[in-house]
């Protein structure tokens, strides 16, 4: 089995990186890398430099991101950069930080107040519906010839149906994409209806009638300054650079107060929610699941403007009695003034549609922050969408 599909080249300012797009049958491989021996690494790190060798000669990059359909699994630095003028180059980057340590924390949550499980279940793909192709049930990678219409064609579906499945704006597609099939089995689990059409607005409406791109991943993602209660690096350790910027204000505010803060979960891509909320669903049924866990696309954590924080009186878990702690109580009262509000407060349950989650901070900006705060009222209530 090849172990690409797929690849494409980013230029950013350090010069390029080469995104290569894992086979989906590899997706427990995926989840397991960062817990592999460091001989089992290099060896994968020597499957790259030949991918790159036979398919990327004229390229020299200085970073290998590998995704597992836009799951990123870790980053790989590689020698000095330089891009050929015929090179056609997708401008569209990631900003990650540099040399991420190579190891994957636990999950977060404390399962005595919300039932998620400890380590999420990736389905499997099932048997190819065509056996000299690479269709599975449900998705489809795309290949060099491929375009939407023929893809449509394949599934007897409309082109407008495979576009709102995936959150695709425009007909742009590229080679090693997945893409999701809609149909009957994932259509309970997926919103395909109000996409967003403005994913990187600080106030973007995210929540059960409004899911983001399946294939939006934020701009300038980065890890703030602030304590987490793992030191290796993790994809959950990304915000957005402007709610970044923030939180490290909110917690040196915090540190001057004599208030013990720890952030444990913030970026979240959407395929990961997808296993997450896939796993809750079919331990507790899909209703109960996205009472505390939400679908994939209707995730803030995709925005990159969500953070999720605790504090070693809880045993740095996930959990309603944070609330009552003297941080909880702190950070319910300051949040507004660096710009967070807490996105899912008690008694706001029939209007956000999830139980109370005192530790779900969400960046909209100082003065938006300010009034709901005042008001004592939720975002769907500040835009009048109840």
């Keep these: 089995m090849q172990l690409f599909t797929g690849h494409k080249i980013i230029k950013d300012e350090s010069g390029c990186v080469a995104v290569l797009y894992l086979d989906k049958q590899l ?57 050929p003028s015929s090179l056609e180059i997708d401008k569209e980057g990631i900003q990650l930080p540099n040399n ?65 499945a995936n959150g695709l704006i425009d007909n742009i597609i590229y080679t090693g994409q997945t893409l999701i099939i809609p149909n009957q089995e994932n259509s309970n689990l997926e919103n395909i209806n109000n996409v967003v059409l403005n994913p990187s607005d600080i106030l973007v409406m995210v929540n059960k009638k409004n899911s983001l791109p399946s294939n939006y991943i934020p701009e300038n993602l980065v890890v703030p300054n602030i304590p987490f209660p793992f030191k290796e690096f993790h994809s959950k350790k ?79 878990h996930l959990t309603q009695r944070f609330g009552e702690t003297k941080e909880g109580i702190w950070l319910k009262q300051n949040a507004a003034q660096f710009g967070f509000i807490i996105r899912y407060p008690k008694g706001k349950e029939d209007i956000t549609g999830y139980k109370y989650e005192p530790w779900h901070l969400r960046y909209v900006g100082k003065e938006t922050a300010q009034k709901i705060t005042n008001q004592n009222i939720t975002l769907e209530e500040y835009f009048g969408v109840e």
């Design 27 to 83: 997706n427990e491989f995926a989840l397991e890398f960062l817990e592999k021996s460091r001989e089992e690494k290099q060896q994968f790190e020597k499957n790259i430099l030949n991918y790159i060798k036979k398919n990327i000669p004229n390229v020299k990059v200085n970073k290998i991101n590998i995704m597992l359909g836009s799951i990123l699994i870790t980053s790989l630095t590689f020698s000095s950069v330089y891009t």
């Design 100 to 164: 991420p340590s190579i190891s994957q924390p636990k999950e977060d949550i404390d399962k005595d107040q919300i039932p998620v499980s400890n380590g999420p279940s990736v389905s499997q793909p099932t048997e190819n519906i065509n056996s000299g192709s690479n269709l599975k049930q449900g998705t489809y990678i795309i290949k060099p010839e491929d375009t939407l219409f023929k893809i449509s064609k394949l599934y007897n579906i409309t082109v407008q149906q495979l576009k709102d």
């Design 238 to 316: 990304l915000m957005r650079q402007d709610a970044a910027l923030a939180l490290e204000k909110l917690f040196n505010k915090a540190k001057q107060d004599e208030i013990n803060l720890y952030a444990t979960s913030g970026y979240r891509s959407y395929d990961r929610q997808k296993s997450i909320f896939e796993s809750n669903a079919k331990k507790y049924g899909i209703e109960k699941a996205n009472q505390f866990s939400a679908k994939p696309g209707e995730s803030e954590h995709q925005t990159g403007l969500a953070m999720d924080v605790t504090s070693p009186s809880v045993n740095y």
